[in-house]
């Protein structure tokens, strides 16, 4: 089940602007960024060209810069290549965690 369907409708979100006309929304779910139950709360949005975060602090990240994608129980963790740094996105559910994985790990080796 779509994550965007299971908890509702979401219109009273504004989505960002695609950059190009050619970035297509594939998976969309509300999450929790970091690892602390106070950690900032948002939606996180993969398209056929970056991975974004939409919080109180934006995130994007391109598929170009990923260097790995791991599930672990209900989080997706994203490595990002040169850096030390990753990503951490907690899921409500392990069904949205196993379907954003699934889609970040296609749309990262897929081409733009």
Do not use: K
């Amino acid at each position: 089940m779509n994550a965007q369907f299971q908890y509702g409708s979401l219109s009273h979100l504004t989505p960002a602007p695609s950059p190009t006309d050619r970035e297509i929304a594939h998976f969309s779910a509300p999450v929790r960024s970091g690892r602390r139950r106070h950690d900032q709360i948002g939606h996180v949005e993969m398209t056929n060209v970056r991975l974004r975060f939409h919080g109180a602090i934006d995130i994007n990240v391109a598929w170009d810069e990923v260097a790995g994608i791991e599930r672990v129980e209900r989080d997706l963790v994203v490595s990002v290549a040169g850096r030390r740094q990753q990503l951490r996105f907690c899921f409500y559910t392990t069904e949205e965690a196993d379907q954003g994985a699934l889609i970040a790990r296609s749309m990262w080796g897929a081409p733009a």
